[in-house]
């Protein structure tokens, strides 16, 4: 063979490409639970520990969309494994603040 076909270096044209519509969705879908995360912890209490937390994975999951549109981090293992650990634990700091506080039983 003697072309080579090459990867768009943009992450979200290349999902773009291979997905279609869905995987724009999906996208959108995966940015919208990003948000309201990101509301979250910024409605938290400045310096606590959940917000501290959710804030700096917050800025690396940044670095990496960002870097996604000049290039393609995501296509490889370590970073994609990175980015998955970080929204983790962004949206789980987020979700502390709506989890309902246990009220101790009266009797």
């Known amino acids: 063979m003697n072309a080579y076909v090459n990867n768009a270096h943009n992450e979200y044209a290349q999902w ?5 519509v869905m995987g724009v969705l999906v996208m959108l879908l995966a940015l919208a639970v990003l948000a ?3 509301l979250g912890l910024l409605r938290m209490r400045a310096g606590s520990t959940a917000r501290v937390c959710g804030i700096a994975a917050m800025t690396g999951i940044g670095v990496i969309a960002l ?3 000049v290039d ?4 490889t293992q370590a970073l994609m494994a990175v980015f998955s650990v970080l929204c983790g634990i962004a949206v789980g700091a987020a979700g502390t603040v709506s989890a309902p506080r246990a009220q101790p039983a009266r009797h």
């Open 67 to 69: 870097h996604s549109t």
């Open 72 to 75: 393609y981090p995501l296509r």
């Open 36 to 38: 309201r995360a990101l």
């Open 16 to 20: 773009w490409l291979e997905g279609g």
